[in-house]
């Protein structure tokens, strides 16, 4: 199976907005904002391996 390894034209400009939006943000914002997205990646990385695995 293969993934594409690029974003699509919606994904490059929800990045960009999310970019300009992350640049006025100070540290502490910045590090909470960060750990957040970091814990949704691993709650989707474990949706995905339970949805490989049947277990849903």
Not at 18 to 25: A, G, M
Not at 38 to 53: E, P
């Amino acid at each position: 199976m293969k993934f594409p390894a690029s974003l699509s034209t919606e994904q490059q400009f929800r990045l960009k907005v999310l970019s300009e939006e992350v640049k006025r943000l100070n540290q502490e914002e910045a590090q909470s904002y960060l750990l957040e997205v970091l814990r949704q990646l691993m709650v989707k990385d474990n949706f995905v391996k339970q949805v490989l695995k049947g277990d849903f």
